[in-house]
T-cell receptor, first 114, second 117 residues
Framework: DQQVKQNSPSLSVQEGRISILNCDYTNSMFDYFLWYKKYPAEGPTFLISISSIKDKNEDGRFTVFLNKSAKHLSLHIVPSQPGDSAVYFCAASARGGSQGNLIFGKGTKLSVKP | GEEVAQTPKHLVRGEGQKAKLYCAPIKGHSYVFWYQQVLKNEFKFLIS????????ETGMPKERFSAKCLPNSPCSLEIQATKLEDSAVYFC???????????????FGSGTRLTVV
């Protein structure tokens, strides 16, 4: 039973355009969400996060939006660059919980074409 | 160092053999996490440590899998009597504080690819 879902396995975007990666979750206890970026043969690297008390967090070209009522978050990358081509993983945790582990989605492979 | 070092990068084992994976967390990080990624799918949480103590082992298979984090040694994940289904990339991550309280997430290593043949 997947608690964090990324329903698009892949996304292709033209350089300079906006990339929108989506993520849905089912567990209403999740109150902290993160996006990781992963290149082949490397570990995931942290990109951006958002707490459930916010609905938007921005860091340079990256913005994460959270819609708690819909249990949905999205990552916007604008403008997209070829170097952004990677697999993006959405992850969630329950900060109030006793554990610290993250629950990951299956990832979306982003290809940014020059 | 400022990176999580995982060794070896690749490991091939015959079915039934033992596999041992190592992880050196970032110096000063109190929390270590192990994740399993099968066939490029989602990361499955296995176990976490707070220093040398098991913090959460709810993801660990009850049989065959064990893990340790001893003082002044790399952490290790050991699989006894490997099976074909254990083939995966095993990622280790470390964090200064319990990740659910950290705004920066974990720092991951580059993983160990285990192939069971």
């Amino acid at each position: 039973d997947q608690q964090v879902k990324q329903n698009s396995p892949s996304l292709s975007v033209q350089e300079g355009r906006i990339s929108i990666l989506n993520c849905d979750y089912t567990n209403s206890m999740f109150d902290y969400f993160l996006w990781y970026k992963k290149y082949p043969a490397e570990g995931p690297t942290f990109l951006i996060s958002i707490s459930s008390i916010k609905d938007k967090n921005e860091d340079g070209r990256f913005t994460v939006f959270l819609n708690k009522s819909a249990k949905h978050l999205s990552l916007h990358i604008v403008p997209s660059q070829p170097g952004d081509s990677a697999v993006y993983f959405c992850a969630a945790s329950a900060r109030g919980g006793s554990q610290g582990n993250l629950i990951f989605g299956k990832g979306t492979k982003l290809s940014v074409k020059p | 160092g400022e990176e999580v070092a995982q060794t070896p990068k690749h490991l091939v084992r015959g079915e039934g053999q033992k596999a041992k994976l190592y992880c050196a967390p970032i110096k000063g990080h109190s929390y270590v996490f192990w994740y399993q990624q099968v066939l490029k799918n989602e990361f499955k949480f296995l176990i976490s440590f707070q220093n040398e103590n098991v913090f959460d082992e709810t993801g660990m298979p009850k049989e065959r899998f064990s893990a340790k984090c001893l003082p002044n040694s790399p952490c290790s994940l050991e699989i006894q009597a490997t099976k074909l289904e254990d083939s995966a990339v095993y990622f280790c991550a470390s964090s200064l504080i319990r990740d659910s309280l950290s705004p920066y997430g974990y720092t991951f290593g580059s993983g160990t690819r285990l192939t069971v043949v």
